[in-house]
């Protein structure tokens, strides 16, 4: 009778051991929605902006057109949709170093990992110093459109009066938003592939 008992206790174990491990590879989003870490979730790039949170450190898969890839060392390119104002923020991997300027206006499939960037009082109040004392620096937290206008660091030889007005805009924002931070959310690419618009076509005939 012990080991029947015994080995039922085992068995019990065992059980609850496997549940365990299937948990710690799965994580819950925000809406209780599990997601697998290793899985990549398509994301429709119109609903990025609602969605990002719940997926920050995890791969997702957007689709969309690339309308600005930054001069400066192509280390941001921008994607967008027709059909949506939202315009994601795409960062290099280190394999992927850096985006040539070439793709600009191609239809774009992106895979990356979702990043968040705060901004609280300190970045705020750090920036405002900078500005006061001209002595800008470069920074890419914050850029986007999130607020109605790039909110973005100008860097040396930036517009004082511009600076100041993104700084105002921001710690109204985040004023208004009863949090202690604002977060801006971009993606860094893993990889991506450019879609071509005749196949498309074809298959749309088809």
Same mark, same amino acid.
């Given at each position: 009778m012990k080991k029947i008992f015994l080995g039922?206790? #085992? &068995? %019990?174990? @065992? $059980?609850? $051991?496997?549940?365990?491990?299937n948990v710690k590879d799965e994580a819950t989003a925000e809406d209780g929605t599990?997601?697998?870490v290793n899985e990549i979730a398509l994301v429709s790039l119109? !609903?990025? !902006? =609602?969605?990002? =949170?719940?997926?920050?450190? /995890?791969k997702v898969q957007l689709e969309g057109t690339i309308d600005h890839i930054c001069r400066h060392g192509g280390q941001r390119a921008f994607v967008v949709v027709p059909e949506s104002d939202t315009r994601v923020k795409i960062t290099p991997d280190e394999t992927i170093a850096a985006f040539n300027t070439e793709l600009e206006g191609s239809q774009?499939?992106?895979? %990356?990992?979702?990043?968040?960037?705060?901004?609280d009082e300190t970045y705020i109040k750090e920036w405002e110093e900078e500005i006061k004392a001209g002595a800008l620096t470069t920074d890419d /937290? %914050? *850029?986007g459109t999130h607020l109605g206008g790039n909110v973005e660091k100008g860097g *040396?030889?930036? !517009? #004082?009066? *511009? *600076?100041?007005? /993104?700084?105002?805009? &921001?710690r109204q924002s985040l004023l208004d938003s009863g949090s202690d931070h604002l977060s801006f959310y971009s993606v860094m690419?893993? =990889? @991506? /592939?450019?879609v071509d618009q005749q196949d498309d076509e074809e298959d749309i005939e088809n």
């Open positions: 039922i206790v #085992l &068995l %019990g174990l @065992f $059980a609850t $051991a496997c549940v365990n491990n599990e997601v697998a119109a !609903d990025f !902006d =609602s969605l990002a =949170s719940n997926y920050v450190g /995890k774009v499939i992106v895979v %990356g990992v979702v990043e968040e960037q705060r901004i /937290k %914050g *850029e *040396e030889g930036a !517009d #004082l009066d *511009e *600076e100041m007005e /993104k700084v105002n805009n &921001l690419c893993t =990889s @991506f /592939k450019v």
